[in-house]
């Protein structure tokens, strides 16, 4: 099969990349003329582990390849997929769709003999409909379907997640179109994985629905440990205790400062706003973001309190920045608002992150970006974990107490055991389970 793939950013990258793996021919496009000079040159434009060396191995087989040009890609392309970005859109948090349409168009006018268009951004229900009808000003029905394909990709483990998903859905009901995706995904049906076919309104909403399903998970758990920390429970105990329930399941209830990243906040606003317009609101949804949103900052609290309530002049020493290890991505990370709310309240911030600190320096001022695990650390009042990079994980505990002036941690996703902890003689804070002391006294 050949395939254009139309933004090679995060998603669009990616998949191209993995669909030449599959051993398609692969064509990646890009409006920015410098990113796709860097893509030739070897040089991606964002961290994802294993990215480069799939790139390159693909580029030296001859299936992939990067343009600029567009018309020439769609033209001789079976399938044409749109992997541009739908960011949030400033004020009422629907998805900005301004550059799929403008994709379509472009597609529409370079089309030539029969051609799969595939949504493969998060796009809200009834988009497909839409690019099918800017396609159809232009092309005649024979010429194109218009077809969904949500990508399901973490970011730090999208490889994996694209050559061994749980399943792909494909938003079809047209046999043709549905023929091509067979054929795209063939590799995958070998290796047994389920391919769903819906309509193209299932499709959409599926992508959304599993998003908000899985920050509702999260946003469950960061409740329930707030209220272990009340009655002296372990929240770890209580997610393994209903994860082995198989009607639950056990993955995405770890406890920590809130969900970030690129989609779950983004996706859960845009979900909440289809659903308000079509007259059915999501309530879980909204309040889902409503107590993200709020814990975030709170989680500056816990180092406040830990300081005895006042941390006006004193160096806070921050490990991890952004919004989950293995990325370099910062967006809507806790981060961001824990060190707000720190600064408001007088703090001096040093901190170190092994990808992040690059996006981190354009979204946060004032604060000192360290080398190392360990140079934030020296002369400070506390240390907050706030992204569990492998690294952090085995901190050499006792040179961290001879560098602070004073061993306080805070541990914002529960990599230390709070038992081990004290008695290595810090005061040590986590997310849902109490430290000895702390049940001592009741
Ligand atoms: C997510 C979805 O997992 C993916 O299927 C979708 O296509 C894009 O959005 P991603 O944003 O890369 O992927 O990261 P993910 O690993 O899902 O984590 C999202 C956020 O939730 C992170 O801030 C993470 O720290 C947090 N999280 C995740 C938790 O706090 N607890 C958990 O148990 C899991």
Redo the contacts with the bound molecule.
């Keep these: 099969m050949r395939i254009a793939m139309i933004g090679s950013g995060y998603v669009g990258l990616v998949s191209g990349t993995c669909f030449s793996e599959f051993g398609h021919d692969v064509i990646c496009v890009d409006k920015d003329d410098s990113k796709i000079a860097l893509l030739e040159d070897g040089v991606m434009p964002i961290y994802e582990p294993g990215l480069d060396n799939l790139v390159a191995k693909n580029v030296k087989a001859g299936r992939l390849s990067f343009t600029t040009n567009l018309k020439e890609a769609v033209k001789t392309a079976d399938a044409v997929f749109i992997g541009v970005g739908t960011p949030s859109r400033r004020g009422d948090g629907k998805a900005d769709l301004t550059y799929v349409y403008a994709a379509a168009e472009e597609i529409a006018e370079a089309i030539d003999g029969y051609t799969v268009v595939v949504t493969k951004s998060t796009v809200p229900v009834g988009t497909g409909q839409q690019v099918s009808d800017i396609i159809g000003k232009i092309c005649t029905s024979d010429d194109f379907d218009v077809v969904s394909n949500p990508?399901?990709?973490?970011?730090?483990?999208a490889i994996e997640?694209f050559m061994r998903p749980d399943r792909v859905v494909v938003g079809t009901e047209c046999p043709r179109a549905q023929k091509v995706m067979e054929a795209i995904y063939r590799p995958l049906s070998l290796i047994q994985t389920p391919i769903l076919f819906t309509s193209r309104e299932s499709s959409e909403l599926i992508?959304y629905a599993?998003?908000a399903f899985?920050?509702t998970?999260?946003t469950f758990?960061?409740e329930m440990a707030d209220l272990c920390e009340k009655v002296g429970a372990d929240v770890h105990d209580v997610a393994r205790g209903i994860g082995l329930d198989g009607r639950i399941g056990r993955?995405?209830?770890?406890?920590?400062?809130?969900?970030?990243?690129?989609?779950?906040p983004k996706?859960t606003r845009a979900l909440y706003q289809t659903s308000a317009e079509h007259d059915a609101p999501s309530r879980i949804v909204e309040a889902v973001i409503d107590i993200n949103e709020a814990r975030k900052p709170k989680m500056a609290d816990k180092v406040i309190q830990m300081l005895g309530g006042d941390i006006k002049g004193r160096k806070i020493a921050i490990l991890g920045l952004t919004?989950?290890p293995n990325?370099d991505d910062m967006r809507e990370?806790?981060s961001l608002d824990i060190i707000a709310k720190l600064q408001e309240s007088g703090a001096d911030i040093h901190a170190y992150d092994p990808e992040g600190a690059k996006e981190a320096k354009e979204l946060l001022s004032d604060v000192t970006f360290c080398e190392n695990a360990y140079t934030p650390l020296e002369n400070a009042d506390a240390v907050v974990i706030i992204t569990e990079w492998n690294e952090f994980r085995a901190l050499d505990l006792d040179r961290v107490k001879s560098l602070l002036n004073q061993p306080v941690m805070v541990d914002l996703r529960n990599i230390y055991e709070p038992e081990e902890m004290e008695a290595q003689g810090f005061q040590y804070m986590c997310v849902g389970r109490p430290t000895p002391s702390q049940i001592s006294k009741g």
């Design positions: 990508e399901f990709l973490r970011e730090g483990a997640d992508k599993g998003n899985l920050a998970k999260i758990i960061n993955k995405f209830l770890h406890p920590g400062p809130g969900f970030g990243g690129s989609c779950f996706d919004f989950k990325t990370s806790p």
